[in-house]
């Protein structure tokens, strides 16, 4: 078990947009990647517990990973935590809290990347974990103790490294 852990959102941060619910993987084929989140992951995964966080409440983590494969971070992904499973939304703190009892790991040792200030961001810095706000739609930035803005891939070693991880 590594000693740290990143986790993503799933629309909008892996996935250009939320894949609709159509059972078994079907209709998630057309769905792109974000630009840049294969590399990222890749790099990653060497030294950090990856997972995906997200509001999903329809798919089961069979459906969910069916779909991460389709952009090819599937197998990278090695923990979901879905609003089906927790059986709470982000950005409420049973949410995290059950995701850090998962990992085993304290809020200071996971990281979570999303393009929701509110539900990823905020929720996961309200809690003590660290946060990337992946602002896709707009030059605004936003900077705190625990979290960082990034506008795309690339800039995520630098944020990471800034905040005290590489």
Do not use: C
Not at 51 to 73: F, Q
Not at 112 to 140: F, I, K, R, T
């Amino acid at each position: 078990m590594k000693d740290r852990a990143i986790l993503f959102d799933w629309g909008g941060t892996l996935m250009t947009s939320m894949p609709y619910y159509m059972g078994a993987g079907r209709g998630w084929s057309h769905v792109p990647a974000v630009e840049g989140v294969l590399d990222a992951v890749q790099a990653l995964r060497s030294s950090w517990t990856i997972g995906l966080a997200s509001n999903a409440s329809e798919s089961e983590d069979d459906e969910v990973r069916a779909s991460l494969d389709t952009i090819g971070v599937g197998a990278f992904i090695d923990r979901i935590y879905t609003y089906r499973r927790v059986g709470r939304p982000k950005p409420w703190p049973d949410f995290w809290r059950y995701v850090l009892s998962d990992l085993g790991m304290q809020p200071s040792q996971v990281v979570m990347v999303g393009d929701n200030y509110m539900d990823d961001v905020w929720g996961a810095a309200n809690v003590g974990m660290h946060a990337v706000w992946l602002n896709l739609g707009s030059p605004d930035v936003r900077k705190g103790d625990r979290y960082r803005t990034i506008h795309n891939y690339s800039e995520l070693p630098g944020v990471l490294a800034d905040m005290g991880f590489m």
